[in-house]
Structure formats: structure tokens, C-alpha cells
């Protein structure tokens, strides 16, 4: 599938799958079934087929996407940027979920992704009180976030990246890391316990919100922006 | 190809095999040999005198334990650059197993053979056979109510960064309150939880 690389949803080279000759694209599409997989599989599918090759910590629900029997796809909710479900006017964190891994494999027909998650909100608007979802595309890797403009997010802009921390060994730390290792991440206290850190800034990210319960639609606090296209695309994306 | 049946003894492991494997999956091809024999030939070649083993080099382990003292053999004739990377081609060319049909599979043989003689052979704990089986198999309703019950009923973590002396001081004020919470029971099965909540309170209280 050469989708345009949406927030997490990867291309990916799949072995070919036996669908059977001249399925119908529509009819496939009623026959995937979401459902839950243990984070283990999810991380051994992720890690191999996702651009990123991780599995995200702070994972709380995995769903996996079967056709056939055959494991087709991947999908994380987790805990996602701490203060992301500041966002919204009242809310608390438990309000909110972010989607930290989207994965399909190229042998799904069209609109899977769409599909997809269609299953995912219906489920979660009938089985838990998460109130809304947020996630991240990465215009460094060159997505945008289609799937999520597709399937009626809204656009909040670029979020402002955390940056990510060097000790001096090379290795980059997230700051949560930091707070667990040396036990705060705020660089001048760092300093003058005589530890060096080099602040290493990473590209913003396009975020994206999802309602799940349309009733918080209204107490987002950041404004809902134009979806972002293509540069030197007339808005046919 | 000819195979060669050649006494246990005058096998030798390859001592440039990068390829290890723990007692637990050792015992678990122990086991696997003994309930199917050894279906696999060894590939070996000559040197100096004995038989350097390319492809088997686990097996070889544990045949001797199994007291199998003559093993089937493919022999080659090879220099010691070929025979390594005949090795490793044995050892890394293999295909991904699709989850999904896995566990598919899994379901298959449990359904006909028992759970602790499928883990004898099989290289997953019973945690990760049963959870793989059930790909496919829980209802995705079911999974998120589990979950959401549970997130009603969890407790909390709140986590506050403190120099080592008010770290020391807050210690000793919970410390203070944990008689209190002795005697306060609560949904809060920890004492030091509870203990902070009734301070907490006390303190709103006092205002």
C-alpha cells in the first residue's frame, strides 16, 4: 500500500496475502476483525514492520487487525505526552489516550486504515469513558497525518517537541528517562549538581484530537486549524 | 546428499559457533529429541582428525545425555571460511512466522495435545502459549470493559521531585500519620498512602 506515510502508518513490504482471487475490496473490508492482542506480539509486529522499530512505553490497550486469520496489522493507545490532555479545558489525564502506533500492512485494501479505526472509537465511545485521543505525525519522516485527516480528527498545528537529552555518552534520553535516572530533567539543577546535558532539539510534530465523546469538542483550548497538505499540493490530497 | 551415520564420539562443536542457547531451551530440544528422535541430520565436515559439527551444534549437546551414540550426518568437504559461512546460512535463513496463523496453529495441537507436553517442546512459557493462542479469539468489548473497570479501581501514583532533606521531612510527616492510618481503614490497602491522604486532609482542615 504506498499511502502517504500518515501520522505512524508505515508502508511496508508484507509478503503477499491470499485473499483469494477477485475478493471483492469492500467485502474484505467487513471481514477484518480488530481485537485485542498481548503486548508482546504487538511489540514483536511493531518493532519489526513500524517506521520507528519501537514499541512505545506507556502502553495501555494493543489491538491487532486479522484477515484470513493473519495478523495484519497493530495498534497502541497509550499514555503519550504528560500534559497532552491539558489540551482540553477540564480535563484530566485519564480523560485521554494517544494513539502511539498505527501499523497495517500494504496487503489490506483500501480504506482499512479508515475502517480501522472507525471499529476502534466505536468500541472505545461504548466501552470506556476515555472523553477524547490525541496523536502525532511527523513531517520529518514526511507524513502529515492523512489517515487521521480522513477519518475527521481536528488539526491543532505543530505541537512544540519535547527535546530529547544527551549525557555526553551519544545516547538520547527522553526526559522521562532523566527524571527516572538522575531524577529531574530541569538542565540547571543538572548543572550545578555538576552534571553536563546537552538539550537536542527535535522537529514539532502535526497533532491531532479526536472527540470521542463530542460533548469536550467544545473546551478545546487550542484553535482548530486548516489540515496541512502536500507542499505544492492544491489541496487534492 | 549421502548421509553418514558416525559415532557420537568423534564429534566435535564448532568452537567459532556464535549460536547459544540457554538450559531452559536446551532442555526443551532435550525433550523434543526424545519425543520425536533426532530428525534432522547433523552437517559436519573432517578436520584433524575428527568431525567439526556445522549445523547441530545444540543438538550435539544433549545427545549424549539422550545416549544416542550414533548420529546421522551429512559430511562435507569444506575449507574453514566456507564451513562458517555455511553456518551461518543454516542458522539465519528462515522466514516470519503471521501471529495470526500461528496462533491459529497453536489452537490446533492444543486442542489435540496436552498443554504441558506441548510445553515440553515448544520454546514459550504456558503465560505466552496461552496469550498467543488467543489471538484472534477475545472479543475487543470484552477486553476494553476489563480495562476500564480496572482503571476505576486502580489506585494512583503521584510523583514529586524533593531535595534529600525535604525528602527527609516529608518522610517524617507521613511517618507521623501512619498510627492514624492504622487505625483509619480505608479502599487504600497502603498505609503510606493512606497515611499522606489523612495528613493532607488534616492540614485542609486546620484552614
Known amino acids: ?237 | 546428499m549421502e548421509i553418514t551415520d558416525l559415532p557420537l564420539g568423534i564429534l566435535r562443536e564448532a568452537t567459532w559457533n556464535p549460536n547459544q542457547l540457554d538450559e531452559k531451551a536446551l532442555e526443551k530440544l532435550k525433550q523434543s529429541i526424545k519425543r520425536y528422535g533426532l530428525v534432522e541430520n547433523l552437517v559436519v565436515r573432517s578436520k584433524d582428525g575428527y568431525f567439526e559439527v556445522l549445523s547441530g551444534n545444540q543438538r550435539l549437546k544433549v545427545l549424549d545425555e539422550l545416549n544416542l551414540q550414533i548420529v546421522p550426518c551429512i559430511v562435507l568437504e569444506l575449507n574453514d571460511s566456507e564451513a562458517k559461512l555455511l553456518a551461518q546460512a543454516l542458522n539465519h535463513i528462515h522466514g516470519v512466522d503471521d501471529l495470526g496463523l500461528r496462533a491459529q496453529l497453536l489452537r490446533e495441537i492444543l486442542s489435540q495435545i496436552k498443554q504441558e507436553e506441548v510445553l515440553l517442546v515448544l520454546p514459550e512459557s504456558s503465560d505466552n502459549l496461552t496469550s498467543l493462542a488467543s489471538i484472534g479469539q477475545e472479543e475487543l468489548s470484552v477486553q476494553l470493559q476489563n480495562w476500564q473497570k480496572s482503571r476505576l479501581t486502580k489506585l494512583s501514583h503521584l510523583n514529586f521531585q524533593l531535595t534529600s532533606d525535604q525528602k527527609k521531612v516529608v518522610e517524617e510527616a507521613i511517618t507521623r500519620f501512619i498510627p492514624f492510618a492504622r487505625g483509619n481503614k480505608s479502599d487504600n490497602p497502603t498505609l503510606r498512602g493512606q497515611a499522606l491522604y489523612l495528613l493532607c486532609q488534616s492540614y485542609l482542615g486546620k484552614e
Not at chain 1, 500518515?6 to 485473499?19: E, I, K, L, P, Y
Not at chain 1, 518493532?47 to 484477515?67: D, K, Q
Not at chain 1, 460533548?215 to 484553535?223: P, V
Open chain 1, 1 to 237: 500500500m504506498d499511502v502517504n506515510c500518515a501520522a505512524g502508518v508505515m508502508s511496508s513490504m508484507v509478503s503477499c496475502r491470499d485473499t483469494g482471487a477477485g475478493l471483492n475490496p469492500s467485502a474484505a473490508l467487513h471481514n477484518l476483525l480488530v481485537c485485542p492482542i498481548p503486548r508482546k506480539s504487538a511489540a514483536r509486529i511493531l518493532e519489526r514492520e513500524h517506521y520507528l522499530h519501537s514499541f512505545p512505553a506507556g502502553t495501555v490497550l494493543c489491538f491487532g487487525v486479522m484477515l484470513d486469520n493473519r495478523l495484519t496489522g497493530a495498534i497502541t493507545l497509550g499514555a503519550g505526552p504528560a500534559l497532552a490532555y491539558r489540551l482540553v479545558d477540564g480535563a484530566e489525564p485519564q480523560d485521554c489516550l494517544t494513539l502511539t502506533r498505527f501499523w497495517l500492512s500494504d496487503d489490506l485494501p483500501k480504506n482499512a486504515e479508515s475502517r480501522v479505526l472507525g471499529v476502534i472509537f466505536r468500541y472505545l465511545k461504548r466501552h470506556t469513558d476515555l472523553k477524547f485521543l490525541i496523536s502525532y505525525s511527523d513531517p520529518s519522516a514526511g507524513h502529515l497525518g492523512i489517515i487521521y485527516q480522513a477519518t475527521g480528527w481536528l488539526y491543532t498545528g505543530l505541537s512544540s517537541a519535547m527535546p530529547l537529552y544527551d549525557l555526553g555518552d551519544g545516547r538520547l534520553r527522553h526526559g522521562r528517562s532523566l527524571n527516572n535516572f538522575l531524577g529531574s530533567r530541569d538542565q540547571g539543577y543538572l548543572k550545578k549538581q555538576g552534571i553536563k546535558i546537552n538539550a537536542i532539539k527535535q522537529s514539532a510534530k502535526h497533532r491531532y484530537l479526536y472527540f470521542l465523546d463530542p460533548k469536550w469538542r467544545g473546551y478545546l483550548k487550542s484553535a482548530v486549524l486548516p489540515y496541512p497538505i502536500k507542499e505544492g499540493n492544491n489541496g487534492n490530497n
